[in-house]
């Protein structure tokens, strides 16, 4: 679909793990902070909007600009209440990054939101944030540690190659609506990919 979905697929985020297919009666939960809100783009441009016309399917966008992980955690049982949904899409820690916050506590957070997606019986995905920069931007270890504990898959290379663009970016930290386009596609790929059952 694009280049960088091939590197989703090359994330090391441990065994391959398998999640169910997706059909047009699906509902995929984005959830985060600003990168998912779509801050640096419109409304028809934030990568959960691109990702709904990519799957086929309603993508809920859930994001909460310059929400912090612990306020995430705080939220995403109320989230998962509402509706029914085949997968989330967890994108969350820039923020805490930005205000130093400590990887053991970032970590912490992820790893209870993604314990919170798994005990009510839906798959996750969690993308990896790189830490603020201008050059090699990486996303932190935990994302893949986080991911292989809970047996889940994960895209922590998508973000930081985007980010590392300016081309692709509105701000410091925020994608522009080209590069929304790429984070969408790329997430696309993992999941056409990784499907456990192919709807027919």
Do not use: W
Not at 28 to 56: H, I, M, Q, R
Not at 118 to 145: C, H, M, W
């Amino acid at each position: 679909m694009v280049a960088l979905g091939l590197l989703a697929l090359g994330s090391g985020c441990g065994g391959r793990p398998r999640i169910a297919g997706l059909s047009e009666s699906s509902v995929v939960l984005a959830f985060g902070d600003s990168l998912t809100a779509g801050e640096g783009a419109s409304a028809t441009e934030n990568y959960p909007a691109v990702l709904a016309k990519l799957l086929g399917c309603r993508v809920v966008n859930a994001g909460v600009s310059g929400e912090m992980s612990s306020e995430g955690l705080l939220r995403l049982p109320a989230v998962l209440r509402q509706e029914k949904v085949s997968l989330v899409i967890l994108c969350e820690g820039g923020n805490d990054m930005l205000q130093k916050q400590a990887d053991d506590t970032i970590s912490k957070n992820l790893d209870a939101m993604v314990a919170r997606v798994r005990e009510s019986g839906t798959d996750a995905i969690l993308i990896g944030v790189p830490k603020p920069g201008f050059f090699n931007l990486k996303a932190p270890l935990f994302y893949q540690q986080i991911a292989s504990k809970n047996g889940i898959l994960c895209d922590s290379e998508t973000l930081p190659e985007i980010l590392s663009k300016s081309s692709l970016k509105s701000d410091y930290v925020h994608p522009n609506a080209e590069g929304y386009r790429k984070m969408a596609g790329a997430i696309a790929d993992l999941i056409q990919t990784n499907q456990r059952d192919l709807p027919k």
